[in-house]
């Protein structure tokens, strides 16, 4: 059966359709783009925005995953007992409040009489996300320094290489190895809390399941890293949307409409990304 994943924007731009038969049979989104809808309420038009997506999407009947990226992402390196932060009945309880706020001022009231600190939680999220994600950044970086020296200290020589990874097959099998090894090292140094983690036997228990991410966040910080001076301070949306594709394996479909998933992921797994125009066109026509 085709599977579709839907991410943050996909959601916003189809929510008039998410009752679609097509999407509650062959669609999926997650906790991730939950939370990115909960959060972030700049104003009472992009309260009403989201506050509509998030009541179309839980009255359409989607699939939602409820693990976290960073969950998924331990749970594939072989630590099954990974905790979610955050749990369904969370995120259904300040979708409740959101629901029954009639503006931004009468929602913050109300998430304030509740007395509880989820929303906060969910809010700061993505903060403890974000600094993690540019950690595994700067040692994908410093790891592929190591190996290419100072090609990738000049931007020409640089596209060269991200050129023939793309293309060459064993260097694109090397590049994903070393990326996937960085991670292993990075969750040895950063789960203080689970003892024991020896970053070889976490390289060697990795099952497969987030091949695409694994390639698109090495791939992200060769080209990124070396020629952004911003980099950790003006990233966020770059992160959010690397992380949705640790919810893609190998046989789904990512409905895509950013530029990021194009440059970083199309051209090497060019089944798995389908355009928003494409699939608005799957849904007209089911």
Same mark, same amino acid.
């Given at each position: 059966?085709?599977?579709?994943?839907? +991410?943050?924007?996909?959601?916003?731009?189809?929510?008039?359709?998410?009752?679609?038969?097509?999407?509650?049979?062959?669609?999926?989104?997650?906790?991730?783009?939950?939370?990115?809808?909960?959060?972030?309420?700049?104003?009472?038009? +992009?309260?009403?925005?989201?506050?509509?997506?998030?009541?179309?999407?839980?009255?359409?009947?989607?699939?939602?995953?409820?693990?976290?990226?960073?969950?998924?992402?331990?749970?594939?390196?072989?630590?099954?007992?990974?905790?979610?932060?955050?749990?369904?009945?969370?995120?259904?309880?300040?979708?409740?409040?959101?629901?029954?706020?009639?503006?931004?001022?009468?929602?913050?009231?109300?998430?304030?009489?509740?007395?509880?600190?989820?929303?906060?939680?969910?809010?700061?999220?993505?903060?403890?996300?974000?600094?993690?994600?540019?950690? +595994?950044?700067?040692?994908?970086?410093?790891?592929?320094?190591?190996?290419?020296?100072?090609?990738?200290?000049?931007?020409?020589?640089?596209?060269?290489?991200?050129?023939?990874?793309k293309s060459n097959i064993n260097?694109?099998?090397?590049?994903?190895?070393?990326?996937?090894?960085?991670?292993?090292?990075?969750?040895?140094?950063?789960?203080?809390?689970?003892?024991?983690?020896?970053?070889?036997?976490?390289?060697?228990?990795?099952?497969?399941?987030?091949?695409?991410?694994?390639?698109?966040?090495?791939?992200?910080?060769?080209?990124?890293?070396?020629?952004?001076?911003?980099?950790?301070?003006?990233?966020?949306?770059?992160?959010?949307?690397?992380?949705?594709?640790?919810?893609?394996?190998?046989?789904?479909?990512?409905?895509?409409?950013?530029?990021?998933f194009d440059k970083l992921v199309?051209?090497?797994?060019?089944?798995?990304?389908?355009?928003?125009?494409?699939?608005?066109?799957?849904?007209?026509?089911?």
């Open positions: 059966m085709e599977n579709y994943y839907l +991410e943050t924007g996909v959601l916003r731009e189809i929510s008039p359709y998410l009752c679609n038969k097509f999407v509650r049979d062959h669609c999926y989104t997650s906790i991730h783009s939950l939370c990115e809808l909960l959060t972030d309420l700049k104003n009472d038009n +992009e309260f009403h925005v989201k506050q509509k997506v998030l009541n179309n999407i839980f009255e359409s009947g989607i699939t939602i995953n409820w693990d976290l990226p960073h969950k998924i992402i331990l749970n594939s390196f072989g630590l099954e007992n990974a905790n979610n932060n955050i749990s369904k009945e969370e995120i259904v309880q300040i979708n409740s409040i959101i629901q029954k706020s009639l503006d931004m001022n009468s929602f913050i009231q109300n998430v304030n009489e509740s007395n509880s600190s989820i929303y906060e939680k969910i809010c700061n999220y993505d903060i403890y996300y974000l600094k993690g994600f540019e950690n +595994e950044k700067i040692r994908g970086y410093n790891d592929f320094q190591k190996k290419y020296g100072n090609i990738i200290n000049d931007k020409g020589e640089l596209e060269i290489l991200s050129k023939s990874i260097i694109l099998v090397s590049f994903i190895i070393a990326t996937r090894m960085v991670i292993a090292n990075n969750i040895s140094k950063d789960n203080i809390n689970i003892n024991n983690i020896n970053p070889c036997d976490l390289f060697l228990n990795y099952n497969g399941n987030i091949d695409i991410f694994i390639y698109a966040l090495g791939f992200y910080s060769l080209i990124e890293i070396p020629f952004n001076p911003n980099i950790g301070k003006k990233k966020k949306n770059d992160f959010n949307d690397i992380f949705h594709l640790t919810y893609i394996r190998n046989t789904n479909y990512f409905v895509s409409r950013d530029g990021l199309k051209e090497i797994f060019p089944e798995n990304i389908i355009s928003i125009n494409d699939f608005k066109n799957k849904l007209s026509s089911y």
